[in-house]
């Protein structure tokens, strides 16, 4: 058969399977109607296929999803997308009932077919069911790399990052970002692999990001039919129209090269007998000196978790340091108190941050929680999923709904925090410390850091790091605003999995009398 006609009868064949497809589509569309009116969450509806997907907000979705929640007076929203229903939690009750109190009905993630299938990625740990016999596995790991001893053991390495990152600040404080960045990813390669990067340019800074990128693009949500459809999977890739599947499967190839470089490395670096202890070379050494059991298996989980740690960690911190010092130049009379502790419990002696002694700083502590309420690192927690039909305030709640708490909304309720707009850290008592008050408000990081099962194993780290990179620059430097009528423009958040705020012209400079 001439090539022109195996081509036609290639491009009739995809247009009668095509074609079989958008029927049975149509079918399940007009069998949706024949069932009962669910009594679901109130919110949009949209169109009859599509649902809302042309409607969802593409900039900060949290305060659209918060003006919904007022609209159509309840705490709890739902729209569909496709055949998905998603169902947005805007208070804390609602929050914490469903996500902490009902975990066991709410511990899953969402199915993504095009990043968990196509992509190759349903063994990351942001995504694996609970239910899956390796999520334990995952956070025990993750726990003992990240909990209060294994924070207290990394206190080296927070160390020499505190000072490569003040350095960076003395010599170009116009890089502050940078230097920030260069900070928090520092920090975290170390602890996971034991190497230390030497810039921002380093390839394990590239093949992180590169692998984050990726991420971002694979779970973009609504942007792949598959994740709604998921039979479209199992069509082959040559056809016409099934380009998503190929650059799924481009995906695939490249991302799981990238995950295996640094575990290969750590590898290589064991076996000459010269290496730094970390997370992957810890865990290495027990499957060494324990064969029993799946070696490959075992060898495979420490490296999804410690992929997982740059995923989780790196991020999260510049988002909160760059909140921190965009916020100390907007509230000049905080920035000073706060700098008048660190001066009293550091300056004295030396002109560093010690890393055993910022958490004696409750002032501090209070700024820190401040501004993750005011600024939150994710404003919408990272998705759940119902494993079970579940009823609340007497809505239903559909088996597979897409389950997420709007953290921005719960951390800017007035009725847990009056005056929710404005940037207040006494909030959490009069010497920072919560609890010390009658008026000391709800704890933010009982929040920020997530609900239930799925709540974020390093949080401590994280706050650690958070204060040491907050005392280093309050210890130094003064963050001004580079045009005085920046205190009067809105604070805007960049959108994504993590949320930054937008920065705007500021100045960091010296304090006088510091070496």
């Known amino acids: 058969m001439p090539a022109s006609e195996t081509l036609c009868a290639l491009v009739g064949a995809t247009r009668l399977v095509l074609g079989y497809i958008f029927f049975l589509f149509l079918l399940w569309l007009f069998l949706q109607t024949l069932r009962p009116t669910r009594h679901l969450p109130p919110g949009p509806y949209g169109s009859l296929i599509s649902g809302v997907i042309k409607a969802l907000p593409r900039k900060e979705p949290w305060k659209v999803y918060a003006e919904w929640s007022k609209q159509f007076e309840s705490p709890v929203i739902s729209f569909r997308i496709f055949n998905r229903v998603t169902v947005v939690l805007n208070t804390l009750e609602a929050a914490t009932t469903l996500l902490s109190h009902r975990s066991e009905w709410y511990s899953d993630r969402p199915r993504s077919v095009m990043y968990n299938e196509i992509c190759g990625r349903g063994q990351a740990v942001f995504n694996i069911p609970a239910s899956h016999p390796r999520h334990k596995i995952y956070r025990k790991i993750l726990q003992t790399g990240l909990g209060k001893k294994a924070t207290e053991n990394a206190k080296d390495i927070i160390q020499t990052e505190a000072f490569i990152f003040a350095d960076g600040l003395r010599t170009n404080p116009d890089q502050w970002q940078t230097y920030i960045r260069r900070n928090a990813v520092g920090v975290i390669v170390k602890v996971a692999f034991g190497y230390r990067i030497e810039s921002l340019s380093d390839s394990f800074v590239r093949i992180a990001e590169e692998s984050s990128n990726i991420t971002a693009q694979a779970l973009a949500p ?40 640094p575990h290969s490395w750590v590898k290589e670096q064991m076996q000459s007998g010269y290496y730094e202890d970390s997370l992957t070379s810890n865990f290495l050494s027990e499957i060494q000196d324990n064969a029993s059991g799946n070696v490959k298996e075992r060898e495979d989980i420490v490296k999804w978790c410690a992929a997982a740690l740059y995923a989780g960690a790196a991020d999260t911190t510049v988002s909160a ?40 700083l409750s002032y501090l502590d209070a700024v820190l929680k401040e501004v993750l309420r005011f600024a939150p690192v994710g404003n919408m927690a990272l998705p759940h999923s119902a494993s079970q039909s579940d009823e609340y305030l007497g809505y239903e709640i559909p088996k597979g709904s897409t389950v997420v708490a709007n953290v921005w909304a719960i951390l800017h309720d007035e009725s847990i925090y009056p005056e929710p707009f404005v940037f207040k850290p006494s909030r959490f008592g009069s010497n920072g410390k919560s609890g010390n008050s009658p008026d000391t408000q709800m704890d933010p990081t ?70």
């Open 321 to 360: 340091l760059t909140s921190f010092v965009l916020l100390m130049a907007l509230h000049p009379e905080e920035q000073k108190k706060a700098q008048l502790e660190v001066d009293q419990e550091f300056r004295s002696n030396f002109d560093f941050v010690d890393v055993t002694k910022v958490h004696k």
């Open 446 to 515: 009982t929040v920020a850091f997530g609900f239930g099962r799925r709540t974020c194993p390093g949080s401590h780290f994280a706050m650690t790091t958070m204060l040491v990179g907050m005392a280093c620059v309050l210890a130094e430097f003064n963050v001004e605003c580079d045009d005085p009528h920046s205190k009067l423009q809105t604070i805007e958040f960049t959108t994504g999995i993590t949320s930054h705020v937008k920065p705007f012209p500021i100045r960091i400079t010296r304090r006088i009398g510091t070496k």
């Open 222 to 261: 609504g942007r792949w039919l598959v994740d709604y459809f998921p039979f479209l999977q199992y069509l082959p890739s040559c056809l016409p129209g099934l380009g998503w599947k190929r650059q799924g499967l481009v995906w695939k190839e490249r991302l799981n090269h990238l995950s295996g470089v």
